[in-house]
Each structure stands twice: as structure tokens, then as C-alpha cells.
């Protein structure tokens, strides 16, 4: 497997290591100690040789975004959406399954607990706002309609 990006998260006995840079026949990673997930180790990893298992845990784009459409490994739809917590009005993100196969459809998943029990995910939409879309008015008149 060697084609890999920048961005992508992947295990490697080390868990949720971050692939920061692509070179033939290896990838670099950066990933945190236990002690301390300041402190951030890098190293490179021979994905060709022997006993070497590279296995993806979230594409490039991870982390979920308000309003993205993810698929898991069963072709599970799953859309992001923002619901309150707690009674300090506290907000997280949570991912939505798009219909009950093999799942509650009613259920809400934190990102992690997801990417544990029905990953890897890939993302299928993500809005992008136009360059030229903002709230600012521009001093123009509104479109007629």
C-alpha cells in the first residue's frame, strides 16, 4: 500500500499516527507520547518491508466538519451535525447514520467511537463555501426575482 497522503491518520502498532509526509516506499508520521500529547515524535516508516502493516484509520480530511456526508466500511451514509449537551449549553459534534442498515438510525456516534466501530470512513460531501460568498454586504442591490 503506498499510496498514501499528507494528513491521513494510520496505525502502526502506535495508534492514530498522522502521516505528514509521502516518500517512495515509505510515509513519515508524526504521533504523541503517552506522557504528554504536547510532545509529538516523528519517524519514517518502511511500509514494503517485511512485517510492516500500515492500516488507515481516517482519510486526509478527518476531522468531520458541521454538514459532511461520510460513508463507513458497510456503505453506511453518515451525516455530521451539532447537538447541545449538558445543561451549560455545551455543543459537539456527532455523526447520524442515514438509514437503519446495521445500525440505529436514530443513534448519534461521537467521531472516535465511529471511526472504532465502523471505520475507516471516507468522505463523500463537503460543502465549500465560493470564495467570493460572505455575509458583508457588497453595496450592490439584491437580486430581483
Known amino acids: 500500500?503506498?499510496?498514501?497522503?499528507t494528513g491521513e491518520l494510520v496505525d502502526i502498532t502506535?495508534?492514530?499516527a498522522?502521516?505528514?509526509e509521502v516518500l517512495?516506499?515509505?510515509v513519515a508520521i508524526s504521533y504523541a507520547t503517552a506522557a504528554s500529547e504536547c510532545v509529538v515524535h516523528v519517524a519514517n516508516i518502511h511500509t514494503g518491508a517485511t512485517g510492516v502493516e500500515v492500516t488507515r484509520v481516517a482519510p486526509a480530511e478527518w476531522p468531520p466538519?458541521?454538514?459532511d456526508v461520510w460513508r463507513d466500511r458497510e456503505n453506511v451514509l453518515w451525516f455530521?451535525?451539532?447537538r447541545e449537551v449538558g445543561d451549560d449549553f455545551r455543543t459537539e459534534k456527532v455523526f447520524t447514520p442515514s438509514s437503519?442498515?446495521?445500525v440505529n438510525r436514530y443513534a448519534a456516534y461521537q467521531a472516535s467511537r465511529l471511526l472504532d466501530e465502523r471505520g475507516p470512513m471516507a468522505l463523500v460531501h463537503r460543502e465549500r463555501p465560493e470564495p467570493d460568498d460572505s455575509d458583508e454586504p457588497d453595496?450592490?442591490?439584491p437580486p430581483a426575482f
Open 65 to 67: 466538519e458541521t454538514g
Open 1 to 5: 500500500m503506498t499510496d498514501f497522503q
Open 100 to 102: 437503519t442498515r446495521a
Open 14 to 16: 502506535i495508534r492514530g
Open 80 to 82: 455530521i451535525s451539532v
Open 139 to 141: 453595496g450592490s442591490e
Open 24 to 26: 517512495p516506499g515509505s
Open 18 to 20: 498522522q502521516v505528514t
